[in-house]
């Protein structure tokens, strides 16, 4: 098996020891960061979702699965963001309440720090209060808001007019993004934005800046 097979299969066998040494042998042999993000811990979990779609594998399996993919891109992600890069905005991002899915979160917020952001975490499961609160206290550019179950994905809607209700919606561009999201969800909802992946979320970030 390549690297890349082998990576995937470490995520989903949850392996984060043989994650990481992978990842410093496929460096060491020239692949590149991205590949072994998308090719072998992203591609591991995708599979892994089917088999948890199917009930073959449950969530503990996936929860140490989740952790050996973060270990894996946190240890991609100084070779993900390029050095020196000065601060261009300040973005804040959290997944809304009810939702515990992160991964893909964290990719985006990579991807914004490389892209020179400052980023402002606010976790998981985050109620709508604390996300106005951080607008206030933090007074970013851009939000971002990620919600990963079509039972939460009301939730991304909420938060927006919470945000309005306390006459904040002017003061920041909105961002939403997440498996079950679409542009016209987006649209709908009055986000000035959509991604579907963390990379146009980077993109996304900095157009709407120079738009503002
Ligand atoms: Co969950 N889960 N999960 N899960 N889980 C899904 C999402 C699901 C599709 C699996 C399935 O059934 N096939 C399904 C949702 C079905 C639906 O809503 N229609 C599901 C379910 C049902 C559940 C539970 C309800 C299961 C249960 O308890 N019975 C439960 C809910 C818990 C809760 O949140 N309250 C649950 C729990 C979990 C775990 C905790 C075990 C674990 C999360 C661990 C963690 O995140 N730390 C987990 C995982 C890992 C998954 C799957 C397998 C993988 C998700 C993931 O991380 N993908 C997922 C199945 C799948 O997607 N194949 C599944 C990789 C990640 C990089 O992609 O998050 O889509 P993604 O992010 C992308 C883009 O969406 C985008 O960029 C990212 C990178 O390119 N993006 C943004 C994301 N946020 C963005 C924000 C932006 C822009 C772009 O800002 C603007």
Known sequence: MSILENLSEAVQKGRAKDVLTLIEEGLAEGLSAQRLLDEGLLKGMSLLGVRFKNNEVFVPEVLIA?????KGSEALKAQLIADGVEAKGKAVIGTVKGDLHDIGKNLV????EG??????DLGVDVPDEKFVAAIQEQTPDVLLLSALL?????????????????????????MVGGAPITHGFATEIGADGYSPDAASAAELATSLLVAA
Request: no cysteine.
């Open 66 to 70: 989740a952790r050996a993919l973060n």
């Open 109 to 112: 917020k990579m991807m914004l």
């Open 115 to 120: 892209a020179g952001f400052d980023v402002v």
């Open 150 to 174: 079509t039972t939460t994905m009301g939730q991304l809607g909420a938060v927006i007019d919470a945000i309005k209700a306390a006459g904040l919606r002017e003061q920041v561009k909105i």
